[in-house]
């Protein structure tokens, strides 16, 4: 082979390379997706917290992807994080079906779970998800842990040690 024939194999070698750390780059970031229906329905939940919930971040059900999250405001009066939900047309949920905000991967990322109630009305479009829970703060659970088992823990007794008899040497007398 010729210098300009390995050459070019690098050149294609290289360029597929970068094609695939950008493709993964943009489905890591939620911004690639090609099954994107805009057709649906939007719902709404009230949470106390979100931790790190983006727009575009995933909705599941079950492990199966539903939808997506459109938006995340805060309401100015109630101080609660607002998350409009895009739901895929085929999937319908129940009045009272509970929002959680989940952890999932080794990068952290957080994603709306849904888990549907029993009730026979259906959610509809520009409804709320009235049961919600918000997102678990590890920094918050860690730090009551060791908070709360420093305040357990008691203070260190010293007891004597037990004084024992005197052992009998042999062949000593009394």
């Known amino acids: 082979m010729n210098r300009k024939a390995i050459d070019l194999w ?3 070698f290289v360029a597929i390379g970068l094609a695939a750390l950008l ?5 890591v970031g939620n911004l690639l997706t090609f099954n ?3 057709k649906g329905y939007e719902l709404e939940a009230r949470f106390d917290n979100v931790g790190a919930l983006k727009p575009r971040a995933q909705v599941k059900t079950a492990g199966v992807v ?3 999250v459109e938006s995340v405001r805060l309401d100015k009066k109630t101080y609660e994080a607002i998350v ?3 739901l895929f047309p085929e999937y319908q949920f129940s009045r009272d ?3 959680t905000v989940n952890t999932s991967g080794l990068l952290g990322d ?10 026979t009305v259906m959610l509809k ?4 998800i009235k049961k919600t829970q918000s997102a678990v703060q590890i920094e918050k659970l860690i730090s009551q842990f060791m908070f709360n088992k420093a305040q357990e823990a008691p203070a260190p007794s010293v007891t004597p040690a037990p004084t024992a008899a005197p052992t009998p040497t042999i062949g000593a007398k009394p």
């Open 10 to 12: 690098v050149g294609i």
């Open 23 to 27: 493709f993964l780059a943009l489905k």
């Open 36 to 38: 994107e229906d805009r």
């Open 66 to 68: 539903v939808g997506r």
């Open 84 to 86: 409009r939900l895009h």
């Open 97 to 99: 079906t509970i929002a």
């Open 110 to 119: 957080q994603f709306i779970g849904l888990e549907a109630g029993g009730d």
């Open 125 to 128: 479009d520009e409804d709320f």
